[in-house]
């Protein structure tokens, strides 16, 4: 089969469709060795599109953005569990794509970590489509503008927040 993001098929230009998308999975996103995080950061920034020369800056703006300057020499193996959703939802939101599709970005991560990657999605928010799955209602209210309910795989219900709530 085939399947079409921004008119280009993920069988003939899926390096046009990463520069255009952004994805946050539930697990892993992280090479746990061999790169410490801004040497992440630079090779996604790289898989996006982002130029050579325009890479320190895009890195050093990623870490500010997510607080993440302090573990920018880390590797990945050596970050708590919500100190890894940080980095891989900022990749998931860096340069600007056209949509985003987050799985759990706060899954298992303390409530300051989880308001602070709540409030850089909702930035994020104005300037794209985001796709968010959660299992988290309250984590669904404040964030999304629609909600579709799954049950047994199946769409149930589609609506805003206030829709399901009535």
């Known amino acids: 089969g ?4 921004c008119g280009y098929s993920i069988r003939t230009h899926l390096m046009e469709i990463f520069k255009r998308m952004g994805y946050c999975p539930q697990f892993g ?18 898989l996006k599109g982002i ?11 990623v870490l500010a953005d997510f607080g993440l300057e302090d573990h920018k020499d880390k ?16 990749i998931s939101l860096a340069c600007d794509p056209r949509e985003s599709f987050l799985d759990e970005p706060t899954n298992g991560v303390d409530v300051g970590t989880r308001r602070f990657i709540w409030d850089r999605i909702k930035e994020a928010a104005h300037e794209r489509v ?37």
Not at 2 to 5: I, K, L, M, P, Q
């Open 130 to 166: 985001i796709v968010l799955t959660t299992h988290y209602m309250d984590e669904a209210d404040a964030l999304a503008q629609r909600i579709g309910i799954m049950a047994a795989g199946r769409l149930r219900v589609l609506g805003s927040p206030q829709h399901l709530k009535s």
């Open 75 to 90: 590797w990945a193996k050596s970050l708590s569990g919500g100190t890894r959703r940080k980095p891989t939802t900022a």
């Open 2 to 5: 085939d399947a079409y993001v």
């Open 29 to 46: 996103g992280l090479y746990m060795r061999g790169l410490p995080l801004q040497q992440q950061l630079a090779a996604y920034g790289r």
């Open 51 to 61: 130029r050579p020369k325009d890479l320190p800056a895009h890195v050093a703006g």
